[in-house]
């Protein structure tokens, strides 16, 4: 915790006297301290160059003085903008040596640069050898004599990075000369003599030496590289002729993309090397660089189109240890009589030459891992028998048709666009997930994979009803879970058996006509885009919901779900016969379920006694003796009848004594007493919801309705044509203010109950003219009307407390607007025929009101808008189609 704080302080100050230091310099003459660091009058200090002002600042001036007090600035008595000891007694804070190294190891060399120029002791704690063990260099425009200085204040340094900088040949010659403890060095970009390499032997403890895009000699046309203790070596990407390496403690070699025509090893430790990309590299060549490394394990021939089947013998009898090959893009191998015997990991990625014959010598590699065939143009089949083997790659192998492996330890494939795929047989007891997508051809999967858990086989266009017997029980994939067979558009009939599957998919399967599963543990299936399935068995399954109204032409269905409580079958217009056994099912949507007869929806309530939501709308089959069989669901509580040729409600108001919602819409053949017990009776007291839209009840059904059923929260009169003016004023004509409902003077004599009604919908019904609801209505729980698309409406006129939301849009024939709703928060008046003037009176008393819309209203001008916001400050949502 103490070193994160003082990072943190560290920076914090490092900050604040940067920006100081760069600010002091911006004038139009140099400061002392720009001066100290080598800055041009005028310049300010570019954060990017931190390093080479590090550079100029530490350099030495030859008069013994500190460079931020060079120019003829003393430290102590420099001019008058000069930074002094107070500046340093400023910043030095309580920091100890120790301390800021702790801080300090922390920061790279930018950092350190930029913390140098802070002051005297953080130039001092930041020039610690033990932060400049590696001289990174890379890319930075640094003199030779800044180099040298380097070199000469940290002899001590181990890695020196100069890749990309002027002069790299000189530099790393006085690197080499200078750093007896050099043990890194990397060096390119530029032109490396023959002095450089003769060099190499003078730096006793050289680890490593990396060389990237340079130009290699001066005349001569070989490079020795010699060296006892080297153990890593990379040139890559350079220009050579020839190159010599004789290292005898050397381990790794790299000469990647590298532009020789031969490479002579001596390298007895050698055991990694990477010719990939050799282009002139002859054949002959690379037979030698590798056959001189006995104990060479991994080696890169990667696009090294010389390589030979020749070469490859010898180096499998010269390099009895090499694990890891990889030859890919070498077009004249076959493996033709190669053996290999102790390769684990092969690479033949684009190699022209591999066909089914190869697979021979790959099968006596008897502990290979990892093998890569992508691309492999000529490969037909694949069958092998390779214990150890892991992971197998055929991706774009155009003419590959048969796959046979028997592999126990496979635990990864890959098997993509291959078009004409056939076959497929994999034995594994550590395969978990298999792939094979857009496989066009194939038909034939044969698997014994018993820790396989996931399949995805989409859009196998060819694979046939056979393949179900693959995930069924004793079908050799035990442990089977998820099974995704999108778009198999050749899959009729799928009858699945398992007791490990949980998920399918069969998205698309568009031929499908018959489903059977019986999958104890299944709990996702998806049967998306299935549009000819006509007959699905669920028998036993562990769905908790299934939505079966995508299947538009299923006719028979059974199903068997202990764990299900939602179903749906809306749209199953041809659906004639259900057999449901869901003892926990809460939720039933059988809509458009035209055929759907009382003997189903009687068996279906004996089976599934919880029902608590049945929607049976547009169901004209569904009859009284279905209705009565209503009576065994006690916790029914929501039943649409909507759209079906109902008569008679008695069989509902007899048996749904639970009932909370119910929706009558366009039953046409209720007749006007038929809904006389609910305000007569008193039935179905827990009645909340009723929606009788677009139904032919006549308009005093209507008002004794709305006037005994008080209980009623939500009521839907939508398009309700013998529905008339809607006046709830009292005989009496008293009339009340808002405000005198809580004044205990009001006459209380003949006060009706208070009506429950909160939200009321009158949505385009063509014979109101007038609205009138006053206070003594009691509507006082009233939030919501909704009388929008009442063409002949006139008149509106309220006193409701609570009323929040009025929708009055297309009442094209309003004209009188009367409003007294304190709480009235939204205002719609779209397209309605009315005066400015109307409106503007009518907002004056609602206090609460933040949304109006008066959007295509023709006889309101743009000069009212002004005067609403003034009636109504309120107001934080005008709507009008004219700006103001």
Known sequence: MQIEESSILCSNILACRYVALASSGSGTSGSPVNAGLGISQGASVPPGNDMVFYLNSTSDDGDGREPMDSNGGGGDNGDEGTPSNSEDFEVRMDLTDDLLHMVFSFLDHINLCRAARVCRQWRAASAHEDFWRCLNFENRNISHQQFREMCYRYPNATEVNILGVPSVDILARDAMNSLRNIEVLILGKGQLGDAFFHTIGDCPVLDRLSITDATLGNSIQEIPIYHDRLRHLEIIKCRVIRISIRCSQLERVSLKRTNMGHAMLNCPQLRWLDVASCHK??????????????????????????????????????????????????????????????????????????????????????????????????????????????????????????????????????????????????????????????????????????????????????????????????????????????????????????????????????????????????????????????????????????????????????????????????????????????????????????????????????????????ILMSCPSVGPNGLSSLSRLPNLTVLDLSYTFLIDLLPIFETCLQLKVLKLQACKYLVDNSLDPLHRAGVLPSLREIDLSYG???????????????????????????????????????????????????????????????????????????????????????????????????????????????????????????????RLSSLLLQACGIEEQVVEAAVSYCNSLETLDIRLCPKISTAVIGRLRTVCPSLKRLFSSQSP
């Open 281 to 614: 590299l002859s054949d002959a060549s690379v037979r030698s660089a590798a056959t001189s490394c006995p104990l060479l394990t991994s080696l890169d021939l990667s696009n090294c189109s010389c390589v030979s089947d020749e070469t490859l013998r010898e180096i499998a009898l010269a390099c009895p240890n090499l694990s890891i090959l990889d030859a890919s893009y070498c077009p004249n191998i076959s493996l033709e009589f190669v053996r290999l015997p102790m390769l684990t990991n092969l690479k033949l990625h684009s190699c022209e030459g591999i066909n089914s014959a190869s697979m021979a010598a790959i099968s006596y590699c008897s502990l290979l891992e990892a093998l890569q065939l992508d691309c492999c143009w000529l490969l037909t089949s694949v069958n092998l028998d390779l214990p150890r083997l892991r992971c197998i790659s055929l991706v774009h192998c155009r003419k590959f048709v048969d796959l046979n492996l028997r592999c126990p330890s496979l635990s990864s494939i890959t098997i993509s666009n291959c078009p004409v795929l056939n076959r497929i047989s994999i034995t594994s007891n550590s395969l978990q997930k298999l792939v094979l997508q857009k496989q066009e051809n194939l038909t034939t999967v044969s698997l014994q994979c018993r820790r396989l858990q996931e399949v995805d086989l989409t859009e196998c266009e060819s694979l046939t009803n056979a393949i179900c017997e693959v995930f069924s029980e004793g079908g050799g994939c035990p442990n089977l879970k998820s099974l995704v067979l999108d778009s198999c558009e050749s899959l009729a009939r799928v009858v699945l058996k398992s007791t490990s599957l949980v998920s399918l998919s069969l998205v698309g399967c568009r031929a499908m006509t018959c489903l059977h599963l019986s999958c104890s543990n299944l709990q996702q299936v998806f049967l998306d885009g299935c549009d000819h399935l006509e007959e699905a068995s669920f028998s036993p399954v562990g769905l908790q919901s299934l939505n079966l109204g995508i299947c538009p032409k299923l006719s028979l269905l059974q199903i068997d779900g202990p764990l299900m409580t939602v179903l749906e079958l809306k749209g199953c217009g041809v659906l004639s016969k259900a057999d449901i056994h869901c003892p926990n099912l809460s939720s039933l949507d059988a809509s458009f379920c035209s055929q759907l007869k009382d003997e189903c929806l009687s068996a279906t309530t004996e089976s599934c006694p919880y029902i608590e939501s049945l």
């Open 696 to 822: 032919s009840i006549c308009q005093s059904a209507i008002e004794e309705l709305l006037a005994c059923c008080t209980h009623l929260t939500h009521v839907s009169l939508n398009g309700c044509a013998n529905m008339h003016d809607l006046d709830w004023s009292t005989s009496s004509g008293r009339h009340f203010k808002c405000e005198d409902l809580e004044r205990s003077d009001v006459d209380s004599q003949d006060v009706q109950p208070n009506r429950l009604l909160q939200n009321l919908n009158c949505v385009g019904c063509p014979n109101i003219k007038k609205v009138v609801i006053p206070l003594s209505a009691r509507c006082l729980n009233l939030s919501s009307l909704n009388l929008s698309l009442s063409a002949n409406l006139r008149e509106v006129d309220m006193a409701c407390l609570n009323l929040s939301f009025l929708n009055l849009s297309n009442c094209c024939s309003l004209e009188v607007l009367k409003l007294d709703c304190p």
